[in-house]
C-alpha cells in the first residue's frame, strides 16, 4: 500500500501561483509513474500533468506553459508549479501513483482561483 499526502493549495488571485506537494510512502518511489488529476464541480476528474519514472513528462492542453511537474526522487515528493492561475483551474487537485498493476490516490487539496 502506497501513501500519498498532498500539500499546497489555497486560495490565490488569477495570475498568481500555488505549488503543491504530494508526499508518498514506500522504497521504492522511483518506480512510479507520476500525475496530477483535477476535478471541478460537476465536471469529470481530468488528468493535469504527469511524469515517467525517467522524468518524461506530458501536460493537458489546458495547463501547458503554466504548469510544470517535477519530482524528487531523494524526498519521494512529485511536485506541481502552477503559475499565472486562471478562475477555471479552481478544482480539488489529486497526486496519482502507478506501478505495474497498482494505482493510489492522494485525499486531494483544494485550490480556489478568484477572479
Not at 42 to 52: D, L, N, P, T
Not at 74 to 101: F, H, I, S
Not at 104 to 109: L, P, S
Request: charged residues 20%.
Amino acid at each position: 500500500q502506497v501513501h500519498l499526502v498532498e500539500s499546497g493549495g489555497g486560495l490565490q488571485q488569477a495570475g498568481g501561483s500555488l505549488r503543491l506537494s504530494c508526499a508518498a510512502s514506500g522504497d521504492i518511489f522511483r518506480l512510479y509513474y507520476m500525475g496530477w488529476y483535477r476535478q471541478a464541480p460537476g465536471k469529470q476528474r481530468e488528468q493535469v500533468a504527469r511524469i515517467s519514472s525517467g522524468g518524461d513528462t506530458n501536460y493537458a492542453d489546458s495547463v501547458k506553459g503554466r504548469f510544470t511537474i517535477s519530482r524528487d526522487n531523494a524526498k519521494d515528493t512529485v511536485y506541481l508549479q502552477m503559475n499565472t492561475l486562471k478562475p477555471e483551474d479552481t478544482a480539488v487537485y489529486y497526486c496519482n501513483a502507478k506501478w505495474g498493476r497498482y494505482d493510489w490516490w492522494g485525499q486531494g487539496t483544494q485550490v480556489t482561483v478568484s477572479s
